[in-house]
């Protein structure tokens, strides 16, 4: 499974991005997508996920309300709208897929996103 994440980039505080993650390869059976972060200095955490049917989802406390996962399952791709960025929301942002017919998690490379006060 490769990962290729794009949208990434600079933003004014309050401004938005949309992040694109297409999935590629051996997509049968990823039954979950999502988004992770990493600021300098700091761990890698959980931004948002969503299951396969899309009925599911699951965010980090810090962007519930401001960010909204969705996928298209057709295209083997996810997506992350985030609205009303802050500083704090710097990082770059890390595209996840786990296959249950693979046995394993996958990663794109990152795409670093920028918020300006």
């Known amino acids: 499974v490769q990962l290729v994440e794009s949208g990434g980039g600079l933003v004014q505080a309050g401004g938005s991005l949309r992040l694109t993650c297409a999935a590629s390869?051996?997509?049968?059976?990823?039954?979950?997508m999502g988004w992770y972060r990493q600021a300098p200095g700091k761990q890698r955490e959980l931004v948002a996920t969503?299951?396969?049917?899309?009925?599911?989802?699951n965010y980090a406390d810090s962007v519930k309300g401001r960010f909204t996962i969705s996928r298209d399952n057709a295209k083997s791709t996810v997506y992350l709208q985030m609205n009303s960025l802050k500083p704090e929301d710097t990082a770059v942002y890390y595209c996840?897929?786990?296959?249950?017919?693979?046995?394993?998690?996958?990663w794109g490379q990152g795409t670093q996103v920028t918020v300006s006060s």
């Open positions: 969503i299951t396969s049917g899309g009925g599911s989802t």
């Open positions: 996840y897929a786990r296959s249950i017919f693979l046995r394993g998690d996958y």
């Open positions: 390869g051996t997509t049968f059976g990823i039954d979950l």
